[in-house]
């Protein structure tokens, strides 16, 4: 399960730099690839986080000797994972409540990580070096797009329309106005040849 999860990361890096740079089906890639990553830990973490291969998964001998108490955790740790994963995918595309998932997940994954350092220091499984890993990656990506403003990204994928950049700029400045919500369509249909 965690080539999938290589795979997945791969193809989400894959599918940005194709919407950033305005290839076709970027966006697609990588909408779809934040989306099943994200279901892939809400729903298998259990499994992942525990070192279960996914054939395994539903046997009850391969969780023999795995605490209850750990299988809770991972579930927990799966479920802030999928949140900053859904809230990576917002930001991206400039969707409402992306910083509110990022605030949520990395939440969640900050309690899981502080876990996951005292186990480890404990000397505990290895398992929590795998969950202190994931933690921490995802942590920085949580922090640094929690704090990036989200025309950022706009800037990169439209550099060679000024006019809709800065239209993006000054409705990020004040998302209510619906004269900039008005102008921001237009520049962008303007881009795109639609009248």
């Known amino acids: 399960m965690k080539k999938t999860e290589i795979i997945l990361g791969a193809l989400i890096i894959f599918g940005i730099l194709?919407?950033?740079?305005?290839?076709?089906?970027?966006?697609?890639?990588?909408?779809?690839?934040?989306?099943?990553?994200?279901?892939?830990?809400?729903?298998?973490?259990f499994a992942l986080l525990n070192g279960v291969k996914f054939h395994e998964m539903f046997r009850k001998e391969s969780f023999r000797g795995i605490p209850g108490v750990r299988i809770f955790a991972t579930i927990g740790a799966g479920i802030g994972f999928s949140i900053i994963v859904l809230g990576i995918l917002f930001k991206i595309f400039k969707w409402p409540f992306a910083n509110q998932n990022l605030l949520i997940g990395g939440g969640i994954t900050s309690v899981i990580l502080v876990?996951?350092?005292?186990?480890?220091?404990?000397?505990?499984?290895?398992?929590?070096?795998?969950?202190?890993?994931?933690?921490?990656?995802?942590?920085?990506?949580?922090?640094?797009?929690?704090?990036?403003?989200?025309?950022?990204?706009?800037?990169?994928?439209?550099?060679?329309?000024?006019?809709?950049?800065?239209?993006?700029?000054?409705?990020?400045?004040?998302?209510?106005?619906?004269?900039?919500q008005e102008k921001e369509r237009q520049e962008y249909n303007r881009i795109n040849g639609i009248r």
């Open 115 to 180: 876990v996951s350092l005292i186990k480890l220091w404990l000397g505990k499984k290895e398992v929590y070096a795998g969950i202190l890993l994931r933690s921490v990656v995802l942590g920085v990506v949580c922090c640094l797009l929690f704090l990036m403003p989200s025309s950022i990204l706009m800037q990169l994928k439209y550099r060679d329309y000024p006019n809709y950049v800065e239209t993006l700029k000054e409705l990020d400045a004040d998302p209510d106005n619906v004269l900039l």
């Open 18 to 45: 194709l919407f950033v740079l305005n290839f076709p089906f970027g966006a697609i890639i990588a909408i779809l690839s934040l989306v099943t990553l994200s279901g892939f830990y809400f729903y298998f973490s």
